[in-house]
């Protein structure tokens, strides 16, 4: 398993976020867009299985051509090494998940970044990004946890914040991996020390709302992780946030309407 591999299995939800998204956008979006898609799971999960046919398209944009080729011959997504600020590709959605919103360290640079996101979004179309926060947002710390691989690999996972600076709002964060064989085998960990490093940029959630309002979105909406629920057919039925949702330490998504 390579650090992509390791993401998509211990970091991301893509089935669970594209029903979000769906939700979220609340018509019938066709076109996803995915801004420093990585690996571009997302994308994969929104043309995938159940995905209504051939209907839905996604594209994948990311500053770096090597990751991009785990979907190059993927049927419905147009893969783009390029600045996103830079890639003209128009969507119903556009999405900024796992905090690259922190990749923009002035707020110049993030107002003039949702200008250009809100041109390339279709009418009634929504940006969606993600924020953390809360009581230790500006603190070293780590979170661990521990998956099961697909052939039974164990994997220790850790997301550790490295470094803050609450004046400045710099975090510096990064995702460590240890990979050992199944339980019977011999036993050789692999280990992958700051396999995704981060140095961002920590703003709050009034600072992004108004940074997308100035951008010329026409509303803002936020949701905690535990937006919604699930009805009998699958669908994901979401409620905007209040203060009181929210946990001492809470990720949010944040979705601006075109």
Same mark, same amino acid.
């Given at each position: ?13 893509? $089935? ?9 956008? @609340?018509?019938?979006?066709?076109? &996803? ?32 051509? +090597? $990751? ?6 993927? %049927?419905?997504?147009? *893969?783009?090494?390029?600045? =996103? ?11 900024? #998940? ?10 110049? /640079? &993030?107002?003039?970044? &949702? ?7 279709? !009418? ?11 009581? /230790? ?16 690999? !164990? ?11 609450? =004046? ?17 085998? $011999? ?6 020390? !700051?396999?995704? %490093? @981060?140095?961002?940029? &920590? ?5 992004? @709302? ?5 951008? +010329?979105? *026409?509303? =803002?909406?936020?949701? /905690?992780? /535990?937006?919604?629920? #699930?009805? *009998? ?23 601006? !309407?075109?």
């Amino acid at each position: 398993m390579n650090r992509f591999d390791l993401y998509e299995l211990c970091v991301q939800n893509t $089935p669970g976020m594209v029903r979000f998204l769906l939700a979220a956008h @609340a018509g019938s979006p066709r076109t &996803l867009r995915e801004d420093f898609s990585g690996g571009a799971a997302l994308c994969k999960a929104w043309v995938g299985p159940g995905s209504n046919g051939s209907l839905r398209r996604a594209i994948a944009i990311d500053i770096d051509p +090597g $990751p991009l080729k785990r979907v190059a011959k993927v %049927p419905g997504i147009t *893969s783009r090494a390029a600045d =996103v600020r830079e890639a003209d590709d128009k969507a119903d959605i556009i999405a900024d #998940l796992d905090f690259p919103l922190g990749y923009w360290h002035t707020r110049a /640079d &993030l107002v003039a970044y &949702l200008k250009l996101c809100r041109r390339r979004i279709s !009418r009634g179309g929504i940006f969606v990004g993600d924020l953390y926060g809360g009581a /230790d947002a500006f603190s070293p710390l780590t979170m661990s946890r521990r998956f099961r691989g697909p052939k039974g690999e !164990r994997i220790g996972y850790t997301w550790e914040q490295e470094a803050a600076d609450p =004046v400045t709002g710099l975090v510096r964060n990064a995702l460590h991996f240890e990979v050992s064989p199944p339980r019977g085998q $011999p036993a050789r960990t692999r280990t992958l020390r !700051r396999a995704f %490093p @981060a140095p961002w940029r &920590l703003g709050s959630i009034p600072e992004f @709302a108004q940074a997308a309002l100035d951008a +010329g979105f *026409s509303k =803002v909406d936020v949701y /905690d992780q /535990d937006a919604g629920a #699930l009805d *009998s057919d699958g669908n994901l039925h979401i409620r905007p946030a209040r203060g009181e949702d929210l946990d001492g330490n809470y990720v949010v998504y944040v979705v601006a !309407r075109r």
